[in-house]
């Protein structure tokens, strides 16, 4: 099986480099946080800064600026993470990646605090359709204190319980990077001989 890593790039789970590629701290970290997948996208990405910039990659300034621009690649612009920086950023347990988070507490208390610091905007969005489901399914009325129990369990569970991580592939994979359509059943009836 091959060894996963959380790409800082890509901003998912996915299969990353078997080796550091190049000695030194930069080669550790594209090791530990940059997948397979995006290192790919380095070769195009260095033969264009090389062209546009017209370096001459026996000049040590050359391999020095072309490092940088690698890095940027990967990590992204320190200028541009400072910036960044005044939006409330969290490391969303439902997405598992790092998203803008909530602009305060969706309500008082505990659980409103727990969604605050652990979930995304993008993931609490999600919750509407979810509890709409869930009302519907339970035959939930809203005004009795038990029903809003429940379905206050139910967005515990949603977003914190042990099922709540998405799907493995729950979002469209980039052409060519899955090996096909999945087929389910049988795929028809018998053939005759």
Same mark, same amino acid.
């Given at each position: 099986?091959?060894?996963?890593?959380?790409?800082?790039?890509?901003?998912?789970?996915?299969?990353?480099? /078997?080796?550091?590629?190049?000695?030194?701290?930069?080669? #550790?970290? %594209?090791?530990?946080?940059?997948?397979k997948q995006a290192y790919?996208?380095?070769?195009?990405?260095?033969?264009?800064? %090389?062209?546009?910039?017209?370096?001459?990659?026996? /000049?040590?300034?050359?391999?020095?600026?072309?490092?940088?621009?690698?890095?940027?690649?990967?990590?992204?612009?320190?200028?541009?993470?400072? #910036?960044? #920086?005044?939006?409330?950023?969290?490391?969303?347990?439902?997405?598992?990646?790092?998203?803008?988070?909530?602009?305060?507490?969706?309500?008082?208390?505990?659980?409103?605090?727990?969604?605050?610091?652990?979930?995304?905007?993008?993931?609490? /969005?999600?919750?509407?359709?979810?509890?709409?489901?869930?009302?519907?399914?339970?035959?939930?009325?809203?005004?009795?204190?038990?029903?809003?129990? %429940?379905?206050?369990?139910?967005?515990?569970?949603?977003?914190?319980?042990? /099922?709540?991580?998405?799907?493995?592939?729950?979002?469209?994979?980039?052409?060519?990077?899955?090996?096909?359509?999945?087929?389910?059943?049988?795929?028809?009836?018998?053939?005759?001989?």
């Amino acid at each position: 099986m091959p060894r996963m890593v959380y790409c800082v790039k890509l901003k998912r789970e996915l299969p990353g480099l /078997d080796k550091p590629p190049f000695p030194g701290e930069l080669g #550790q970290r %594209i090791f530990e946080h940059v997948s397979k997948q995006a290192y790919e996208m380095w070769p195009a990405q260095s033969t264009q800064i %090389i062209n546009d910039n017209g370096l001459n990659m026996a /000049d040590p300034e050359a391999r020095k600026l072309l490092r940088k621009e690698m890095e940027k690649f990967f990590f992204g612009d320190p200028a541009q993470q400072s #910036q960044q #920086q005044g939006q409330h950023m969290v490391f969303c347990a439902k997405l598992q990646r790092e998203l803008p988070g909530l602009d305060k507490p969706p309500f008082p208390g505990e659980l409103g605090r727990r969604i605050y610091e652990g979930i995304s905007k993008q993931a609490w /969005d999600m919750w509407p359709a979810q509890s709409t489901l869930i009302i519907n399914h339970y035959g939930l009325n809203m005004a009795d204190p038990e029903a809003r129990k %429940i379905l206050r369990e139910q967005m515990e569970e949603f977003f914190f319980g042990a /099922d709540a991580k998405m799907p493995e592939g729950w979002e469209p994979e980039p052409a060519g990077a899955g090996a096909g359509p999945r087929r389910k059943g049988g795929g028809g009836a018998a053939r005759k001989k």
